[in-house]
T-cell receptor, first 116, second 113 residues
Framework: AQKITQTQPGMFVQEKEAVTLDCTYD???????LFWYKQPSSGEMIFLIY??????QNATEGRYSLNFQKARKSANLVISASQLGDSAMYFC?????????????FGQGTILTVHP | EAQVTQNPRYLITVTGKKLTVTCSQN?????MSWYRQDPGLGLRQIYY???????DKGDVPEGYKVSRKEKRNFPLILESPSPNQTSLYFCASSLDRGTYEQYFGPGTRLTVT
């Protein structure tokens, strides 16, 4: 079975500073993908960044980067130069190719609040 | 524009009154899925479909039905809704069951009284 753990229920950051949101995962499948989604107060799920288990380099998308440490089974999201619009719930999720039939397994989420 | 649409976006209903939440995607994706989101639990998969006429249970299928008669549509059916099905529901689709990104619909907020 797969599991995603997000240990930070809430995080606060000052505008223009960087913030790291933690995510650890557990799977015995060697082929998997790790995702981060943003959910603003309006409710939609916005895809931010993807990291494949065989990718050699950490994924980056604009101000978002994923700190992938395979041996430690962690996939932390780093947001640089935080903006007020980054205030939202953030979900880490994993998808394996094996027996989970394409299911995305989600963590419980982290609420990020950006202060001016 | 590539998208997943859901209707209705908001629904308040009473216990036992059958309802259907529609989901449609225009990306020719094979894989479609329904999730429900509850506070403190993240999103959990209800049902999924790997192609037309191929559906199977996810982690929390009790009280729900689905069908996949066309590739683009994947409706979620609640035959006899109960208050514990009050939740935020998301439909999602992806190219296949592999590690590709899943595209989410805007969500349907359901309240069962």
């Amino acid at each position: 079975a797969q599991k995603i753990t997000q240990t930070q229920p809430g995080m606060f950051v000052q505008e223009k500073e960087a913030v790291t949101l933690d995510c650890t995962y557990d799977t015995s499948d060697p082929s998997y993908g790790l995702f981060w989604y943003k959910q603003p107060s309006s409710g939609e799920m916005i895809f931010l960044i993807y990291q494949g288990s065989y990718d050699q380099q950490n994924a980056t998308e604009g101000r978002y980067s994923l700190n992938f440490q395979k041996a430690r089974k962690s996939a932390n999201l780093v947001i640089s130069a935080s903006q007020l619009g980054d205030s939202a719930m953030y979900f880490c999720a994993m998808r394996v190719v094996g027996t989970s039939y394409g299911k995305l397994t989600f963590g419980q989420g982290t609420i990020l609040t950006v202060h001016p | 524009e590539a998208q997943v649409t859901q209707n209705p976006r908001y629904l308040i209903t009473v216990t036992g009154k059958k309802l259907t939440v529609t989901c449609s995607q225009n990306m020719n994706h094979e894989y479609m899925s329904w999730y429900r989101q509850d506070p403190g639990l993240g999103l959990r998969q209800i049902y999924y479909s790997m192609n037309v006429e191929v559906t199977d249970k996810g982690d929390v299928p009790e009280g729900y039905k689905v069908s996949r008669k066309e590739k683009r549509n994947f409706p979620l059916i609640l035959e006899s809704p109960s208050p514990n099905q009050t939740s935020l529901y998301f439909c999602a689709s992806s190219l296949d069951r592999g590690t590709y990104e899943q595209y989410f619909g805007p969500g349907t907020r359901l309240t069962v009284t």
